[in-house]
């Protein structure tokens, strides 16, 4: 039996999705596919650690060692987005997390979480969840609120049964 070197032993007990990320890149040899794989994935921790950060596809096919042109095809077809998509989403969620944890303004989340105008966020986020950060907030609050009012209600109940002083 061939001896097989630690990426390809990697490979080999990858999770069926990986190995299919893997498989739809285009190359013949599978070392090729697994260090272009491997680039990608680098490039995607960095926009996964910081989505807020300034980074250009130049900057993310670096840390991939590879072209931009093949850089972008190669992550679209591997994650199913485009980079600059990619990176989009990963501050959108951000954002979607700050205003439902935090009481920042606004507009120092659209700064926090990298966009370059408050006027940039509110468009963006308007037209991928329909609703302004605002009305977002405002309804995340809301729907907060009726849960802990549920949940203590029920505790309420609860601890009536078990004291025998039902009504």
Do not use: W
Request: charge should be positive; aromatic fraction near 6%.
């Amino acid at each position: 039996m061939p001896k097989l070197s630690i990426r390809a032993s990697c490979y080999a007990t990858a999770r069926k999705p990986i190995k299919d990320r893997v498989d739809q890149l285009a190359s013949k040899k599978l070392s090729t596919r697994l260090g272009l794989f491997e680039g990608l994935m680098k490039a995607r921790e960095l926009v996964d650690q910081a989505p807020e950060r300034k980074l250009s596809i130049a900057d993310l096919a670096h840390a991939a060692g590879i072209a931009e042109a093949h850089f972008s095809r190669c992550f679209r077809e591997s994650f199913g987005l485009p980079p600059y998509q990619y990176i989009l989403e990963r501050r959108l969620a951000k954002a979607r997390d700050l205003l439902s944890r935090t009481d920042l303004t606004v507009t120092e989340i659209a700064s926090i979480c990298g966009f370059e105008s408050l006027s940039t966020f509110i468009n963006i986020f308007t037209r991928e969840h329909r609703q302004s950060p605002s009305s977002f907030r405002s309804r995340k609050l809301a729907g907060s609120d009726k849960r802990r009012t549920a949940r203590s209600g029920n505790v309420e109940e609860t601890t009536e049964q078990l004291n025998g002083t039902e009504t």
